[in-house]
C-alpha cells in the first residue's frame, strides 16, 4: 500500500482523550464523526471502548462538542447489522448514518456529508475519527475534514480484514519513520 499525500491523517491516536476535544474545540472544531467498528466498538459484537464513550459525554456536557454523529460501513442493509450500529448509537447518545454503501461506500465523502448535513455543521467545524486509511480518512479528507487515524483501532478485525490492516499499518510506520527524520 503506498501512500499519497491526501491519505495521511492530520493526527494519529491510540485512546481517546479529553485534551483531544479540547484542542480542537479550541480550533473551532465542534462536531464530530466518528467511525464505527474498530473505532469504538468491536467490528463483531456489541462490546464498546467504555473509555471513548465516557471521554465523548464529558466533551459533549462541557460543551466541547455541540454534535457528533456515528458513521458505519454496513454495506448491506441487514437487520441484525442495523440494529447493531442503532443500539452504540443510542449507547453514546447520539445520530447515525448506518448506510455508507455502494456506490458511495467510503471513500466516496457522501456518506461524510450526509453526517454533516445531519448534524448541521461544516467540513471546517468538524473532526473526523477513524481507523482505516484506506476508508475513513480518505474520506474524511477528500469531504475536506480533518481526521485522525485511531491507531491502533479498538477491537479485534474480521478475517476479511487482517491482509489489508497489515499493508495500512506497515504503510503507516513507514509514513512515522518518514517524518521522525
Known amino acids: 500500500m503506498s501512500i499519497k499525500e491526501t491519505d495521511i491523517p492530520k493526527q494519529i491516536i491510540a485512546h481517546f482523550d479529553i485534551r483531544l476535544f479540547e484542542v480542537h474545540a479550541a480550533q473551532g472544531r465542534h462536531y464530530l464523526i466518528l467511525d464505527l467498528d474498530n473505532t469504538i466498538a468491536d467490528g463483531k459484537s456489541y462490546e464498546c471502548d467504555e473509555n471513548a464513550i465516557e471521554v465523548l459525554r464529558i466533551a459533549k456536557d462541557r460543551g466541547l462538542l455541540k454534535g457528533t454523529c456515528l458513521l458505519s460501513n454496513v454495506q448491506v442493509p441487514w437487520p441484525p447489522l442495523i440494529k447493531r450500529v442503532s443500539f452504540i448509537a443510542k449507547k453514546i447518545r447520539t445520530p447515525h448514518y448506518h448506510a455508507a454503501c455502494f456506490p458511495y461506500a467510503k471513500p466516496h465523502p457522501r456518506a461524510v456529508q450526509t453526517a454533516l448535513s445531519m ?22 479528507n477528500a469531504a475536506g475534514i480533518y481526521s ?34
Open 148 to 181: 485522525i487515524l485511531r491507531f491502533p483501532s479498538y477491537g479485534s478485525d474480521p478475517w476479511y480484514r487482517t491482509g489489508k490492516r497489515k499493508k495500512q499499518n506497515a504503510a503507516i510506520e513507514q509514513w512515522l519513520s518518514q517524518q521522525r527524520r
Open 119 to 140: 448534524m448541521g455543521a461544516s467540513a471546517e467545524q468538524t473532526v473526523m475519527i477513524g481507523d482505516q486509511l484506506n476508508k475513513d480518512i480518505r474520506a474524511a
